[in-house]
């Protein structure tokens, strides 16, 4: 049989991350810029926090700036509107998530580099090629660019809420169920799967787990360790050419709780939660991952967030649905509301 394998990877040309490391912006724009304008994304308090620091290192090119709100379709529209005369040759997004979504969608729209400077260590998508949007009903993760380059400054995200940082750390910490979903897809269904990502990406999850003792609040090195391995678990994603490695069943329970109600609770608090559902129903130890978010500060009790027992009950027993394609534990277990139920008291959910 002919060898006929062929798969593309994308993976970020530079990487800034530490302390200061927001002085590399004008390099970084000076080497992708063609020609044409600048877009700058970015939102009130980030423009505050880090946007203007950006604008004064980038002052010699010529720029736009656009300060959004949310990352919904509607927000795309109004970029495409605003920008309907300029030539623009690169985007930055500046922002904790929805913005560095939207400038991920926009530069992909456009067809131009993009690049990532997050205020905050809040999720995996600081450095992968998929951005969640809200079309008006849920969240959907769509397809857009990997980073041209990455800028992530770790004495600016230092001044981001100690609650959005340990999100970003449990989207990472929940690697771990998601590699283990990509293990048993492997084995039931034959889906492709890469070992390398797969061990990148429960490394990431791992370090995490072992050196949750040093992520506290008002520490820059526990900053430096969340966003080190949300960076190489964009690199599994980028071996992989899909987010596999980082998004199994913890991440559809997520998904179900934004369709069905996720009270005041963020993307990574969600995806804890959700970890703790597979790791207990694929068997693995669970108790371990409940002590690590309680040991850096994340609940996992819906109460917490204010989400209702019967959403969380009907999230997990819809979860398996949103996304039939990625076959998970969800599609192994015989999931009706009173197994949900017991699974979701089991680990404290409920
Ligand atoms: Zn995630």
Partial sequence: MNFNKIRSMHFPNDVYIGHDAIYNVTDVVRKNLKNG????????KTYEIAGKKVLELIADFKYKLLNVRDASIDTLENIKKEIKNCKIGLVVGIGGGSKIDLAKKTAADLDVPFISIPTAPSHDGIASPRASIYDGKSVLSVEAVMPTSIIADTSIMLKAPYRLAVSGASDVIANITAVADWRLAYR????EFSSTAAIISEYTSKELI???SMIQPGLEESIWLITK?????????????????????EHLFAHALEILGKGSSFHGEQ??????LSMYLQGGDWKLLYSTYKKIGVSTNIYDYGIDKNIAIKALSIAHRLRPERYTILGETDLNESVAEKALKITGII
């Fill in 210 to 212: 072992e050196n949750s």
């Fill in 229 to 249: 391995e949300i960076l190489a678990s964009g690199t599994a994603m980028a071996i992989a050419g899909s987010s596999r490695p980082a998004s199994g069943s």
């Fill in 271 to 276: 995806v804890a939660m959700g970890s703790l």
């Fill in 188 to 191: 039931v269904k034959g889906e």
């Fill in 37 to 44: 304008t600048v877009l700058v994304i970015t939102g009130n």
